[in-house]
Structures are given as C-alpha cells and as structure tokens.
C-alpha cells in the first residue's frame, strides 16, 4: 500500500514538473513565431545615434515607411534630449559661480532647436518588414551620425554661458556620446 502511494505520489510530482516545463511561456521572438530583424530589437552602430521603430503594414508602403522614420526620430529625439540634458547637467556642475544662474537657464531654453537640426540630418539606413505575431509590420532604422552628434555637441557649447576648459570640454563629448546616456 505505501509502494503503492509512493509510485502515485512520485508520478503525480513528475507530470507537475513536466508540465510546468512545458508551460514555461516563450520570450523569445523567433520562439513566438516572430521574424523580426536584429537590428530591430538591438539597434547598435559604432558612432552617432541611431533608433528604430515598427508599424503596422497597411497597404502603403510610402505611407508606412513615413510613420515608422517619423517614430524612429521621435526615438532618436528622446536619446537627444536625454544626452542633452546629461550634458547641462554636467556643465552645470563644472561652473561654480553662483552668479551664472540666469546665464544657465538661457543655455538650457537654447537646444531644443539644436536637436531638431540633428534630426534633420538623420538618415534612414534601413526599411524591412517584419511579422509580429499575426501583424506584418514595416520597420524603419534611423541614425544621425557622429559627425552629426559631435556638430550638436558642438552647438551647445558655444552656447554656454561659461567656457570650459578643453580637458573639461572634452570628458563632456566623451560623456555626451555614450550609449548608455541614451537609455
């Protein structure tokens, strides 16, 4: 009898154990029946910023591409506005002076049209489509490059009220140009 309820007991812990296995839900795209490109998910480039974004194929491929570019650089526009604000504030902390709080709100009001001339130097250097479940999607991949980036970082610092130091002007675009300042 105790064999017996063992053998019951060692089964019914085994199906558990096998089925929770089997209900393991899937996180992988290509394991959920997905055939999105790589550099959708992972967009990487060695120099500049870049983004990428998805939407839903409609009929028109033009119309498509627009929508997925426009979100693409409202993606590479936060990344922008992320850096710049990372750079000010880091100016900020270089600049000791207490009489150059007026000077400092000036230079942060100043680069929002900075980073809409970056944006306009973007450059669209892929378009594919991709299948998202039961959705064709059309995917777009956005880059502004590092001249571009470094043209940006440029501009904001002649607008800075305080000039640095070149060493000091230097850790800033360092600072400035890594990724995980766009995060």
């Known amino acids: 009898m105790f064999k017996v309820k063992a053998s019951i007991l060692s089964i019914t812990v085994c ?9 393991t839900p899937k996180n992988n795209a290509s394991e959920m029946g997905m055939k999105i490109p790589s550099w959708v998910l992972n967009p990487t480039t060695e120099s500049g910023l870049i983004a990428s974004s998805c939407v839903v194929a409609s009929n028109s491929f033009a119309m498509d591409k627009t929508e997925a570019t426009t979100q693409a ?3 590479l526009a936060n990344q922008l506005d992320t850096r710049i604000a990372s750079l000010q504030e880091q100016y900020s902390e270089k600049i000791t002076n207490p009489d150059e709080t007026v000077s400092k709100s000036k230079f942060l009001s100043t680069t929002t049209q900075f980073t809409e001339q970056a944006l306009r130097t973007s450059k669209v250097i892929k378009v594919d489509y991709a299948q998202m479940a039961d959705q064709k999607n059309l995917c777009a991949l ?7 980036a470094q043209s940006l970082f440029k501009q904001v610092m002649k607008k800075a009220p305080v000039k640095l130091s070149p060493e000091n002007e230097t850790l800033l675009y360092l600072n400035f140009t890594k990724a995980e300042n766009a995060q």
């Open 73 to 75: 650089r409202a993606e």
């Open 15 to 23: 199906s558990v154990l096998i089925s929770g296995c089997n209900s």
């Open 142 to 148: 956005v880059t502004v490059t590092e001249e571009g």
